[in-house]
């Protein structure tokens, strides 16, 4: 949770993944939506702010080659696992537009296969990604030697993946996102229906199996 | 002895001001509590602060059985505050005494756990089986939630049934009873007097204002229950204004809150009358803000010259 501004307006922190860590820098990545955004998208070098953090839980460790589906910023929340595992993830990265379209040079030289849609075509193949990214897992390839999969993305991608994967008992894995307050599981606002219930996305998740989600 | 002021308590910190104050029977440390549904059970910002240093902690809001609560989204950011539709998703009377309670009687601070009811029967259960519980210090009665839709505010809102509720569970225990009012009503004054008149210890105010926040574009509610409570530095000027009228109204001790954000904010409501504070939304901003809070109090007593808290209380200036 990041602070957005000093003073009351706006008051809440912003939950952003954190993109990138390296000797003791943390690096986000993110899309200007609104107020809060647009602040912090202000602030210059030497500026102090409060962040509270790191919360909630991650992506699990792949044992192998793994296959991620992105969409639009949501590659802020995968984008690690890329350094972390090079030459082992199978990209699949959809955005509206070629301006969107953030870190790609980057994924390109570490992951193992990358694919790019966009929603109007202005680069790469047009249209959603979850097209390939079916094409893919019903594929012959993909069903003799099945990889995990790591999503972020906005609800009606991840619902579509959900989809395509409900008869395959695959590994799955996804990061959600919802208007958050406190960050640490005391406000109740973030919940996302599961099986067993309302969960907090800020505490027991971000990150949940796919078949535990219930999509409304 | 340049420095000595008043009551022997001096800039050099010789001696500690007394903050410790009595709430309807409840000896609390200081004057500073948490705002039910924001500290969610204590467990949450354990890792923040000591929560021996609170005055009292207040939990989330139960009722006898668990609560789902609504569906999202359930929160929204507004001019300096936020507006609420958490819908009193709860675990339930009983998974909080056997889940959440030994965590809690680890700490040598009170616990005050606030409760509701669909109705008055509900209530009593609710209030009887948290007397019976050891380690339970103190009940708040919430009786003005907003979040529920049709016919929910009615507690909180109409004397005659506010009455009635409160008068019920004043039988069901002993434990000290906090009422904690709602906003929502055209005369405060009126409804703290009776609430005090119902066997009420103390009363709380303020709970959330009932708002909504339209989306132009969708031209929909944003928020799923459509209305929410308001909360934060926005109701502020609302909440110190309802404190004084209605300290003003009863002779039983009354608790502020609503916008404490810092120091001089908790200061507002304690010279307006208020014994005691919660701090809310504030925790969400800074899981510091309790303790900081705690310490901002006293150094103003000692850069007042104030040696007992009591004198601060109600010290309002025509
Ligand atoms: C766990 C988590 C990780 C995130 N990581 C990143 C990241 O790495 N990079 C990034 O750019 N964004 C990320 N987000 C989303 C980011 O938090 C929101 O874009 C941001 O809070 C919007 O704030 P704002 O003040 O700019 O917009 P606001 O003015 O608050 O809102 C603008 C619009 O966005 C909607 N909105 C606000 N917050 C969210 C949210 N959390 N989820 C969905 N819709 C929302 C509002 O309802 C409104 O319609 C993450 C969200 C979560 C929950
Ligand atoms: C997310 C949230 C949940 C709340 N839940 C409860 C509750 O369960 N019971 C209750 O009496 N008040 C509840 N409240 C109201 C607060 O305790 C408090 O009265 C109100 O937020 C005003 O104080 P503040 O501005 O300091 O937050 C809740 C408030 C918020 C923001
Ligand atoms: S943001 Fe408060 S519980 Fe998740």
Redesign the pocket.
Known sequence: MLEAAKGYDPLLKRPLSIFRYNDGIIQFLYRIRGKGTKCISELRKDDVVQLLGPLGNCYPQPSGDFIVLAGGIGIASVFSLFEKYPGRAYVYCGSRNCEELLMLEDIKRLAKEVCVTTDDGSVCRAGLITEPFREFIESAAFSNNPLPIYACGPNPMLQVLSTIISDKKLECHVSLEEVM?CGVGA???CVCKTKSGYSRICKEGPVFKIEDIVWD | MGLEKKNGVSKSGAGKPNLSVQIGGLKLKNPVMT????FGYGEEYAEFIDLNRLGAIVV??LSPLPRQGNPVPR?IETPSG?L?A?G?Q?IGVRAFISEKMPFLRQFNTPVIV?F?GDNVCEFEQAAEELSSTNGIHGL?M?I??PNKQAGWSVFGTDPKIMNEVVTAVRKKTNLPLIV?LSPNVTSIATMAKVAEDSGADAISL???LTGMVIDVRSRKPVLANKIG?L??PA??PI?VRMVWEACRAVKIPVIG????METDDALEFIIAGASGI?????NFINPLATIQIIEGIENFMIDEGIGDINELIGSIRA
């Open positions: 307050a406000c109740l606002g | 705002a039910s549904g924001t989330k809001g929160i936020m609420n958490i009193l709860n606030n509701f708040e919430n003005s939630c904690k303020i709970n959330t409570g909360s934060g109701v502020r909440a809150l609503g916008g404490i919660q701090i809310g939304t504030a």
